[in-house]
């Protein structure tokens, strides 16, 4: 396994792959690897000869400078895991290898209407960071495959909307989301989680699931008042809830009654951690 930490050794690297036409498998992360980056690392390896990860924590998709402080570093632990998955290439660069200029200075890329709505509306400029972290790294890795979590549904979206946008020769492939016995998705926050705080967490899907149970076949104002009470549930449970309701799963636009095929958005603060999932969704009319 190769620990690549420069652009230009990487950009080397890659010239020497595309020559043997082996296809590249591309897994972005942040670190502190958990068995979801396990399990898109397994993926990869049905479509891929080599397997990249990059490990970046990205200073421009956070808006509050305290969750970056705090952001979890688990390097030398991450490495023993991809090593045991047998991953080609880690790429490891420093901040400033991949904002030489600083972040004010940087060139910025957005997929305007999607990242303004909901997570978007609540985290100013966290999807500028993320498109413009991942159009990099697109353009330095060359994959021909990349790999994501449905966890994060919007940020999905607007990956796959940025990758047609940009005319990129990338093959987008999501994998549905891994979760703990009790419900939870998995995700590197959960370990900011008390002990007080794991306990409740898994409330947010279950509240959720049964939500969408009750929603199917009900008309949009009995729809509104199921998701109200819920709402009032999970702040029962000590949620401050932020987003929980359904959406247009292909614009994320409020559904028209001519749409079927929704997407059931969660997002909520439990203490200083958020907290977001998500569940697709066929109304019955």
């Given amino acids: ?12 690297k890659i010239i020497l792959l595309k020559k043997t036409n082996k296809k590249i498998g ?16 397994l993926l990869s390896k049905k479509y891929a000869d080599i397997i990249i990860v990059s490990i970046f924590i990205n200073p421009m998709q956070f808006d509050n400078l305290l969750d970056l402080k705090n952001y979890p570093q688990t390097f030398k632990k991450d490495c023993v895991i991809l090593q045991k998955q047998n991953v080609d290439i880690v790429f490891f660069p420093d ?10 200075n940087q060139t910025f890329v957005v997929v305007p209407k999607l990242s303004k709505i909901l997570e978007g509306r609540s985290r100013p400029g966290h999807f500028k960071g993320v498109t413009t972290i991942i159009s990099k790294l697109f353009n330095f890795i060359q994959p021909d495959f990349a790999f994501f979590g449905e966890k994060d549904y919007q940020q999905l979206l607007i990956i796959k909307t940025l990758v047609k946008e940009l005319n990129y020769t990338i093959k987008i492939i999501s994998l549905p989301i891994i979760r703990l016995k009790n419900g939870l998705a998995l995700s590197s926050r959960n370990n900011n989680l008390n002990t007080k705080e794991k306990k409740i967490a898994p409330y947010l899907y279950k509240i959720m699931k049964k939500t969408c149970e009750k929603i199917i076949k009900e008309d949009s104002d009995i729809r509104k008042k199921i998701i109200h009470s819920s ?17 247009n799963a292909q614009t994320l636009e409020p559904p028209s009654q001519k749409i079927k095929e929704v997407i059931f958005l969660a997002s909520a603060w439990l203490g200083k951690t958020r907290l977001i999932d998500n569940k697709k969704i066929f109304l019955i009319y």
């Fill in 95 to 104: 901040i400033n290898e991949i904002y030489p200029n600083g972040i004010k």
């Fill in 1 to 12: 396994m190769y620990i690549i930490k420069k652009i230009k050794i990487l950009h080397q």
């Fill in 26 to 41: 591309f897994v972005p992360t942040m670190g502190n690897l958990h068995n979801g980056h396990i399990k898109l690392i």
């Fill in 231 to 247: 709402k009032i549930l999970l702040i029962k449970k000590g949620f401050s809830v932020d987003i929980f309701n359904i959406y």
